[in-house]
């Protein structure tokens, strides 16, 4: 089994930063693509950042593109966020998820991935 556990969320004020952390654990690879996703109130799950098992390879959702970082430590089996010039809009639960598969064709795919966390909450507000 795999578990995946998020952290780092939490109140942030509107132009602040936040970095958020995602561990995976259990049986799987240190190699496995993961990625963040985020569902706001009243809105549907939306795809935030993804990254392969190289930190080379980083894909961005429309709306945090120049401002969010993914990154990875693969040594650690650990995936972060780093979300600056954050804005009320970016109030959301964010979850971080893993897939098995090492050639997935399009990151951005909810479908794709195999273990979800249970998310973290990141409310943006003065």
């Known amino acids: 089994q795999v578990q995946v556990l998020e952290s780092g969320g939490g109140l942030v004020q509107p132009g602040g930063s936040l970095r958020l952390s995602c561990a995976a654990s259990?049986?799987?690879?240190?190699?496995?693509?993961m990625g963040w996703f985020r569902r706001a109130p009243g809105k549907e799950r939306e795809f935030v950042a993804a990254?392969?098992?190289?930190?080379?390879?980083?894909y961005y959702g429309d709306s945090v593109q120049g401002r969010f970082t993914i990154s990875r430590d693969n040594a650690k089996n650990t995936v972060y966020l780093q979300m600056n010039s954050l804005k009320p809009e970016d109030t959301a639960v964010y979850y971080c998820?893993?897939?098995?598969?090492?050639?997935?064709?399009?990151?951005?795919?909810?479908?794709?991935?195999?273990?979800w966390g249970q998310g973290t909450q990141v409310t943006v507000s003065s």
């Open positions: 259990g049986r799987t690879s240190s190699t496995n693509p």
């Open positions: 990254i392969r098992r190289s930190g080379g390879f980083t």
């Open positions: 998820a893993l897939t098995t598969t090492q050639a997935i064709s399009d990151m951005r795919d909810q479908n794709a991935y195999d273990y």
